[in-house]
Structure formats: structure tokens, C-alpha cells
């Protein structure tokens, strides 16, 4: 069975700074990797996606992921965060042999300083 | 109007009733999930359906049971509420075509007393 682990709970970062976020799966083959991110009362919304090939990837709101085969990781990276960036983040993995179901990681909440 | 809608938005009720919450969709895609999410926990998937007519346990059904009432409908109940599923829970749905990208609702938050 496939596993997500995201090591840091709570990240606090200054406005303007840059930013990464940890994921790691356990996963016997290659996955489907997934970011979303969680605004106060709010749903899930997708971030960003890699399923195959180029191994950085680009998303909405300026976030990019890189692909780590040899260190089963998908970290989550931004250069400059706003205040806006203030969330709760998962990583998600899709088995492709269980119909893609996905698993999740608990979750980093990041808190942005002015 | 938004594109997977939950009903209610909130809900506390007491040990012991029966509750429902409800998921609708205008996707038009066929496959539909329910998650809860506990702090700490990340979402842990409850169930699932592929179609109307495939209805999958999740990792923790225990306590709850679903029904896909139509494509675009998919429904959760907790037949006898207990404290401990006290949570947010969130629908989804993906599209079998498109390596399960899901797209998630604004969430339920359930409180039982």
C-alpha cells in the first residue's frame, strides 16, 4: 500500500522569503504525485500534478514540485511567498493499480509573517 | 455556482442520531469520494464509487455508509453519530479519463455532542 509523509506540521515563513514544503511517499512503482492546498474554510484545491516525464513541474500560483525518484520526493517549492501563501498543504500519491485512489499526507500548515 | 457542492456546510448533532450529508456534482464526471479530514491526519478516504453501480469501503468505513443515488449524487450517512467522528468531511470526483484528478467541495463540518 502507498504512503505519504509530510515531516514538517506547521512552517512559519516572512513575506517575501522562499519556501519548500517536504513530501515523501512509499510507493512500488512510479506514482501519480499531487499538491493541493487548503485555505481557511475552504476545499481542496489542486496545485499542481506530475504523472510522467519532465521532473519539474509547474503549477498555479507560481508554485513548482521536482520529482526525486532515488529519494521517493516531491517537495513543494515557491521563491517568494505572499500572504495570500497563508494554507494547509497536502501531498497526495494515486496508485495506478487500486483506480488511482489517493492517499494523502497529514498536512503542513505554513503561517506567513509580515 | 459551484462546481461540487456540499449540503449542510455545517451541522453539530447529538450521540446517537442518524445524519446525512450530501454531495452533488455538475462535472459530469463519474466517479465520486468521500473523505474525512482530522488534524494531524490528512484525509483518510471513507468511500468511493466508480459508477452508480460500484460503491467501494475506503480505509475507515467503519460507521458510515454511502449511497450513489445517480451519477451526480453521492451521499454519506453516520447511522448512529458518535463523538468520534467529529471532523470535516470533504466530496470529490474525478473523471476516470484523467488519472483521478480529483476536484473537491468546500466541505462539511460535523460536530457530534
Known amino acids: 500500500a502507498q504512503s505519504v509523509t509530510q515531516p514538517d506540521i506547521h512552517i512559519t515563513v516572512s513575506e517575501g522569503a522562499s519556501l519548500e514544503l517536504r513530501c515523501n511517499y512509499s510507493y512500488g512503482a512510479t506514482p501519480y504525485l499531487f499538491w493541493y492546498v487548503q485555505s481557511p474554510g475552504q476545499g481542496l484545491q489542486l496545485l499542481l500534478k506530475y504523472f510522467s516525464g519532465d521532473t519539474l513541474v509547474q503549477g498555479i500560483k507560481g508554485f513548482e514540485a521536482e520529482f526525486k525518484r532515488s529519494q521517493s520526493s516531491f517537495n513543494l517549492r515557491k521563491p517568494s511567498v505572499h500572504w495570500s501563501d497563508a494554507a494547509e498543504y497536502f501531498c497526495a500519491v494515486g496508485a495506478r493499480a487500486a483506480g488511482n485512489k489517493l492517499t494523502f499526507g497529514g498536512g503542513t500548515r505554513v503561517l506567513v509573517k509580515p | 455556482d459551484a462546481d461540487v457542492t456540499q449540503t449542510p456546510r455545517n451541522r453539530i448533532t447529538k450521540t446517537g442520531k442518524r445524519i446525512m450529508l450530501e454531495c452533488s456534482q455538475t462535472?459530469?464526471?463519474?466517479?465520486m469520494y468521500w473523505y474525512r479530514q482530522d488534524p494531524g491526519l490528512g484525509l483518510r478516504l471513507i468511500y468511493y464509487?466508480?459508477?452508480?453501480?460500484?460503491?467501494n469501503k475506503g480505509e475507515i468505513s467503519d460507521g458510515y455508509s454511502v449511497s450513489r443515488q445517480a451519477q451526480a449524487k453521492f451521499s454519506l450517512s453516520l447511522e448512529s453519530a458518535i463523538p468520534n467522528q467529529t471532523a470535516l468531511y470533504f466530496c470529490?470526483?474525478?473523471?476516470?479519463?484523467?488519472?483521478?484528478?480529483?476536484?473537491f467541495g468546500a466541505g462539511t463540518r460535523l460536530s457530534v455532542l
Open positions: 462535472k459530469g464526471h463519474d466517479r
Open positions: 464509487s466508480f459508477d452508480v453501480k460500484d460503491i
Open positions: 470529490a470526483t474525478s473523471d476516470s479519463g484523467t488519472k483521478n484528478i480529483q476536484y
